[in-house]
């Protein structure tokens, strides 16, 4: 029993040393914490990986919602921490100690790889959101996927967006839509830059060579597809696309870049940032570029009619440069006050397509101020536009290269404030903005309407937002604008759920109501006179404000022969701008046949004439000449004429498209556009982002691009004896005298009308014009010429009834690893040229083309190796599709592009420097992406960027 005792002490002394020993063992055990965060935005990342290991230990962790992580139990001593992340650089920490008892705090930043699967925008609804819960279809180009380009112009790196179609006219020279509808002078999608609308005051056109975006200086760029009328406006109907620049508190430091490439291009770049105590923040930025552009070749068919159109003695000057300053100040009151004035001024030569012809921009540019204020909550700007077209000219103008004269302003006052209630729940954004377009063109580009030009849009909106469940997010909102041209007051609503089953995955599904003022382009464009390929007459680009009218007569109508009351005007030389109706007089023609016969010897008129004429005892010689007498059109009246045929000139093939008849002008309205959208954007397994777009879009009232409207008359030459035979039987019967006379002899009217055109068809066939040489031009009432000078051809802008189409974008983001990533998207829309059924207007010469492809397809890779060495690749094919824009008309053939870019960390060996390359159309693939615009082959660009932080 004492044995058991024993032996029971015994092993409870043991049992407690033990514990006691162990316990002292885990109160020198460590834990190591701490917080894993973007580098750049500062944002946590969930579910990072933190691994940390020592010889013969490993363990780790993950971090939390709250991007905190914590490993524990971990024996004193000495670890390496690697920290990983989907979309982020892989950080790996040595030699970090931890000691007996220790808490130790480690909290690291990562350096996003590229690619952000979900990125935070403020496009979409004015305030800042995840892409994958906005209510509308965003891409975000961050600023290491911008640097990856290496061009002449940043809007070259939006080419591969998903939805965005992007036609290359130059060097520096693109035009971009969202969704279709592109034109020559392209202002079709609202560009922003640090919230200023960036397109050209008054011009309303997106240039975006002369557009304050470099590439050392952007922070990012949205896009937002679909109309966004509700909160920005008039002319949002198609997307959003902005520009961001860094900020100098969170991007000070100064970096130089510098290219240079094929086409003797040389472009460089410099930015400047600094804070003065921690308050005052100042940044200047600075680029130049020039390049030898590309040039269309006189020895291409569809390069030759369009030099045609050229002014005779003026060539081309591709010689490309442009310049850029800009400057910002700014001032923080406190951390969520801050005021920012920014301004700068840009200039630009090239030659760009307008919608009148093509153009040489000299010294072609504006300048800008903005100043905006950010306090919390509360948004308030103003800025102003002002252009400056130097000694720009358009080649096709028949006053050669004088200069146009573009001063006009753009003058915008805005105020925003966003509310957020019930703990976060409900949000509410109301704001008021003000557009003041004053033109002064000194009449050289509103001509006519140069004093009554001026477009005030007052707009203001409001929108809500409202959590109605962890799962589903509701956003209403409503605009009202009234535009002082049309006079109308306009409301945009906009509806929109999004519905979250898990945070990686979201549904969503809208409607739009968005509208789009004509412009002053469209509404007062009075430009010309233009040059017109081979034709005697010139052409002029007239605005329909006010709308136009054809000249018709009734008289017209009524004269034998004739098929419509519409007025012509001569383009004959011999009677410029008489006025006639739609066909060949006859009379004048009678009366080149009667001098012809009454000029002959009346022996040989003799010898041509059926018996009993052709006898000299039947009828004497001073009989017969007395007969020929009666035939003078002083006795004879010949009436009638012989009718015309209508058609539309192609200035860019010199094709005529045959119209029965034409529609006047009505004043431009308001395009209304209606957009059902539904879309889904899903993560999945942190590495694979799909989104799919689905919408439908009706427009009314469709204003199109500038057309030709002013048809041309033809005639059949062929028809035209007949036609006078049959007038000048009916003018012999009305000559009682001379109808009697022939009775005599038993001679019909008819059979001397044939017989005497008959001696004159050969001679009179061959004078006139052929079935493809115009007579005469039929214009508008308030274009009609004076006398004694030649009528012009008018190109003008109309509403169009109804445009129904609908489209699909679908994308994939796939990271692979956290050094390998691929993207790919494919759209396509329903239709990409509208007739006039499909148009629902009953004059077959009226269309509409989309001017870009139904189908689009781009994909490609980004890898990045170790060493600091990335390379890459795109490709993008592009369907063929129909052009009609102005002066351009014609077909876009398919083509295929491939881009190939690298890059190289020079940090080893120069801290702060980088090597860029990108070869674009490497295959060099000569193609032409609009018509007007030279082909286009192989471009490759170096670059090295130098940055001191």
């Known amino acids: 029993m004492a044995d058991c005792r024993v032996k029971l002490g015994v092993s409870l002394l043991c049992c407690c040393l033990l514990f006691c020993l162990s316990s002292l063992g885990f109160a020198q055990k460590a834990t190591l914490g701490g917080t894993v965060t973007d580098e750049e935005s500062g944002e946590t990342l969930p579910g990072a ?286 951390d969520d006050v801050v005021l920012t004035l920014n301004g700068g001024f840009s200039s630009l030569d090239a030659v760009i397509l307008t919608g009148v012809g093509t153009a040489q921009a000299k010294d072609f540019g504006y300048s800008y101020g903005q100043l905006r204020l950010q306090a919390g909550n509360f948004f308030a700007q103003t800025y102003l536009n002002v252009n400056n077209l130097g000694d720009s000219f358009v080649y096709s103008r028949e006053t050669g290269i004088d200069a146009l004269v573009d001063n006009s302003t753009l003058w915008n006052i805005q105020a925003q404030y966003n509310l957020e209630t019930w703990g976060g729940r409900q949000q509410f954004i109301i704001g008021f903005d003000y557009d003041r377009t004053t033109p002064d063109t000194d009449g050289t580009i509103f001509g006519r309407f140069e004093d009554q030009d001026l477009i005030s849009e007052p707009g203001g909106y409001i929108q809500s937002q409202t959590a109605i469940s962890p799962k589903l997010d509701l956003t209403v909102a409503l605009r009202g604008d009234y535009n002082n041209v049309t006079e109308d007051f306009i409301l945009s609503p906009r509806v929109a759920g999004v519905f979250k089953p898990t945070a990686e995955h979201s549904f969503r599904v809208s409607y739009n109501r968005a509208f789009t003022s004509p412009g002053n382009t469209e509404n007062f464009l009075d430009l010309g006179p233009l040059n017109i390929p081979g034709a005697p007459f010139s052409g ?49 023609v009678y009366d080149l046949v009667y001098q012809q016969l009454s000029s002959l010897p009346i022996s040989v008129i003799r010898s041509m004439l059926p018996p009993p004429l052709n006898d000299p005892n039947v009828v004497p010689d001073q009989q017969l000449q007395g007969l020929i007498g009666l035939l003078d059109p002083m006795f004879t009246n010949v009436a009638g004429l012989s009718p015309g045929g209508l058609g539309i000139a192609n200035l860019s093939t010199g094709q005529v498209q045959p119209i029965q008849d034409v529609t006047d002008i009505k004043p431009l309205d308001l395009t209304i556009t209606q957009t059902l959208e539904a879309g889904y954007k899903g993560l999945l397994e942190n590495r694979v982002l799909f989104a799919v777009d689905v919408y439908y879009t009706r427009k009314e009232d469709f204003v199109g691009p500038l057309l030709v409207e002013s048809p041309l008359v033809f005639i059949d030459r062929n028809r035209v004896p007949d036609d006078l035979a049959d007038a000048l039987a009916a003018g012999i019967d009305n000559n009682t005298v001379l109808a009697g006379l022939l009775q005599q002899f038993n001679l019909t009217p008819e059979q001397v009308a044939a017989l005497i055109v008959g001696l004159a068809q050969e001679d009179l066939v061959a004078q006139l014009p052929n079935q493809q040489t115009p007579i005469a031009i039929v214009t508008f009432e308030d274009n009609t010429p004076q006398s004694g000078q030649l009528p012009e051809l008018v190109l003008s802008y109309r509403n169009f009834g109804e445009v129904d189409f609908w489209g699909v974008d679908a994308a994939i983001q796939v990271i692979a690893s956290d050094r390998l990533s691929f993207f790919g998207n494919v759209s396509i829309v329903s239709d990409d040229f509208f007739d006039n059924e499909e148009l629902d207007e009953t004059n077959t010469a009226l269309s509409v083309a989309l001017n870009a492809p139904s189908f689009k397809t781009k994909f490609g890779f980004n890898y990045r190796v170790p060493f600091g060495v990335s390379v890459n690749a795109s490709a993008r094919y592009i369907e063929g599709f129909p052009v009609e824009s102005g002066p351009y008309v014609g077909d876009i053939d398919d083509y295929f592009l491939l881009d190939l870019g690298f890059g190289y960390d020079l940090g080893r060996f120069a801290p702060g420097a980088r090597f860029d390359f990108l070869v674009q159309n490497a295959l060099d693939n000569d193609h032409r992406e609009f018509i007007g615009a030279p082909e286009i082959g192989r471009f490759a660009m170096a670059r090295i960027t130098y940055s001191i932080r």
Do not use: C
């Open 540 to 588: 002029r680009g007239l605005g329909s404000a006010f709308g136009h009218t054809f000249e018709r007569d009734p008289a017209f109508g009524a004269i034998p022969n004739s098929n419509t009351d519409l007025v012509a005007y001569s383009i004959n030389p011999a009677t410029p701008g008489a006025r006639q109706p739609v066909g060949l007089p006859l009379a004048p």
């Open 49 to 334: 990986n933190v691994a940390v290991t020592a010889p013969g230990i490993q363990t780790g962790a993950a971090t939390d919602t709250e991007g905190y992580f914590e490993v524990r139990n971990l024996p004193p001593g000495m670890y390496t921490v690697t920290i990983s992340y989907i979309g982020y650089e892989e950080k790996v920490l040595t030699d970090v100690e931890v000691t007996a008892g220790e808490t130790k705090s480690l909290d690291v930043t990562l350096l996003a790889t590229g690619i952000e699967i979900n990125p935070i925008s403020v496009t979409a609804s004015r305030r800042p959101e995840k892409t994958l819960e906005a209510p509308a279809s965003i891409s975000v180009l961050e600023a290491r996927e911008l640097n990856n380009d290496v061009s002449p112009s940043t809007s070259t790196a939006l080419r591969n967006v998903t939805g965005l179609d992007m036609a290359q006219t130059g060097v520096d020279r693109t035009e971009v839509v969202l969704r279709g509808f592109n034109n020559a002078f392209s202002g079709e999608a609202y560009v922003l830059t640090d919230n200023r609308q960036a397109a050209v005051a008054s011009l309303g056109v997106n240039v975006h060579s002369i557009m304050p975006n470099q590439t050392t200086d952007l922070e990012r760029v949205e896009i937002v597809r679909g109309p966004g009328a509700a909160l920005y406006g008039a002319g949002v109907d198609e997307g959003v696309i902005h520009y961001i620049t860094k900020d100098p508190f969170n991007y000070p430091g100064t970096t130089f870049s510098f290219s240079g490439g094929q086409r003797t291009s040389v472009a460089a770049q410099f930015r400047h940032a600094g804070v003065i105590n921690n308050q005052f923040g100042y940044k200047i930025t600075a680029q130049f570029a020039q390049a030898d552009d590309w040039e269309l070749n006189p020895n291409n068919r569809l390069d030759s009619l369009q030099l045609a159109q050229d002014r005779e003695g003026v060539e081309r000057d591709y010689d490309y440069q442009k310049i850029n300053v800009n400057g910002m100040a700014q001032y923080r009151f406190s």
